[in-house]
């Protein structure tokens, strides 16, 4: 069992910078690939990045790329996720996610999700 928390999301100006965090539970954080994804309102939920067991393997959507960038600490069991150049498009609700295996970017393939955190873009 995971139970994950993120944080960090908030409201702020486009071109402005967020960094979001999750912090894992338990001792096994290594053994997950963990994924950040996003649902705007009205919207399917998509992945945003996802970063493998021990952070050799980073995929980032093309919508977020050169913008965003995925980090994990194991032994800290965290991950974040440093947005940069915001657009009002990122407007969303960011959940950190884990997936017991290989990196993996299907979003129904994740076993764990956290509750989710706000993040506004305003134009």
């Known amino acids: 069992q995971v139970q994950l928390v993120e944080s960090g999301g908030g409201l702020v100006q486009a071109g402005g910078s967020l960094r979001l965090s999750c912090a894992a539970s338990g001792r096994t954080f290594s053994m997950y690939t963990m994924g950040w994804f996003r649902q705007a309102l009205g919207k399917e939920r998509e992945v945003v990045a996802a970063?493998?067991?021990?952070?050799?393997?980073?995929y980032y959507a093309d919508s977020v790329k050169g913008r965003f960038t995925m980090s994990r600490d194991n032994a800290k069991n965290t991950v974040s996720l440093q947005m940069s150049s915001l657009k009002p498009e990122d407007t969303a609700v960011y959940y950190c996610a884990a997936h017991l295996g290989a990196l993996t970017i299907v979003t129904n393939e994740y076993d764990y999700w956290g509750q989710g955190t706000q993040v506004t873009v305003s134009s």
């Open positions: 970063i493998s067991r021990f952070g050799g393997n980073i």
